[in-house]
């Protein structure tokens, strides 16, 4: 079993849609839960980082972590066609800052 | 812009060839971390120096080396390369300490072995 897991979907959506995208974990220990954002042959760029449970909010993204059931979200509202991209979810904790990555999911938001 | 910077951005080099990709962190930054991102694989860490020592290792092949310089710039190198190798490369770097642990990506480096 893999420590992260997403659906690499492909996921297409219209304009406007509310998009989630998913990760669930399986340590414990990780504390801190970020989301990547990965054009086409770029690197990755964060989007969001959030310490511990709960949300947070970035204009229209929206990041949740359950740390009770391992799950992390995040939330696109208001899809744009510049959000086509990939999304990576990471999570990680301890002494060496390592971050274990989800494989990505890939959105296009259609206009 | 993250502020770290990548050389080359692409390579394209053939089977059995040794390589080296180039790394500088964002301004003050001590840890850099590599990665390998192949299509079937996803992003991959290899390994991450902090202030010039190995700090962590990940699925890093014993064909690969890396080592980070006092001026804290990295280098990665590839040798005895296979068709496999092809793939990018990431450098990521971060700052100090917990609460610091938000990796900056670079834009990458394209191998490609023929």
């Known amino acids: 079993q893999k420590e992260v897991e997403q659906d690499p979907g492909p996921l297409s959506v219209p304009e406007g849609a509310i998009v989630s995208l998913n990760c669930t974990y399986s340590?414990?220990?990780?504390?801190?839960f970020m989301w990547y954002r990965q054009y086409s042959r770029k690197g990755p760029e964060l989007l969001m980082y959030?310490?511990?449970?709960g949300n947070k909010e970035d204009g229209r993204f929206t990041a949740q972590v359950d740390k009770s059931s391992k799950y992390i979200s995040l939330f696109i509202r208001d899809s744009q066609p510049s959000d086509s991209a990939t999304y990576l979810c990471a999570m990680g904790g301890g002494a060496t800052n390592k971050l274990i990555f989800g494989t990505g999911t890939l959105l296009a938001v259609q206009p | 812009d993250s502020g770290v910077t990548q050389t080359p951005k692409h390579l394209i080099t053939a089977t059995g060839q040794r390589v080296t990709l180039r790394c500088s962190p964002r301004s003050g930054d001590l840890s850099v971390y590599w990665y390998q991102q192949s299509l079937d694989q996803g992003l991959q860490f290899l390994i991450q120096?902090?202030?010039?020592?190995?700090?962590a290792k990940g699925n890093i092949l014993e064909r690969f080396s890396a080592q980070q310089f006092p001026d804290l710039h990295s280098e990665l190198n590839l040798s005895s390369l296979e068709l496999g190798d092809s793939a990018l490369y990431f450098c990521?770097?971060?700052?100090?300490?917990?609460?610091?642990?938000?990796?900056?990506f670079g834009p990458g480096t394209r191998l490609t072995v023929l």
């Open positions: 120096y902090y202030n010039g020592e190995e700090r």
């Open positions: 990521a770097s971060s700052g100090l300490g917990q609460g610091t642990n938000t990796q900056y």
């Open positions: 340590n414990s220990a990780f504390q801190y």
């Open positions: 959030t310490y511990s449970s």
